[in-house]
């Protein structure tokens, strides 16, 4: 499985990222997916996550501002990020959860990410 993040930045407070990623190496469309975020030295935050069905879940620090989807055909998993303040700045990786329900609150544990991308609002 390989996983690999893409549209993260430098954005003014209260702008909007798309971050992508792009999965090879299993079946899309049987497995959950999510984004968590982490800062050097501090603990992970599982931020949302997305089912098979396309059930998904959020953090509440993120809820109503981040939107995750999924394009199963092309096996890409997105974040919507909008309304970002600066308390957004932080690495964010894809997940492929292998284990477990699929809630924002497992995302980062077993599974699969990819390298993460950063997003670092001012």
């Known amino acids: 499985v390989q996983l690999v993040e893409s549209g993260g930045g430098s954005v003014q407070a209260g702008g909007s990222l798309r971050l992508a990623c792009a999965a090879s190496g299993y079946t899309a469309s049987v497995n959950c997916m999510g984004w968590f975020r982490r800062a050097p030295g501090e603990e992970r935050e599982g931020i949302a996550s997305?089912?098979?069905?396309?059930?998904?879940t959020y953090a509440d620090s993120v809820k109503g501002r981040f939107t995750i989807s999924r394009d199963n055909s092309k096996k890409t998993l997105f974040l919507q990020l909008n309304s970002l303040q600066p308390e957004d700045s932080d690495m964010y990786y894809c997940h492929l959860l292998t284990s477990g329900h699929c809630t924002f609150q497992n995302i980062g544990d077993y599974g699969f990410w990819g390298p993460g991308t950063q997003v670092t609002v001012s």
């Open positions: 997305i089912g098979s069905d396309g059930t998904t």
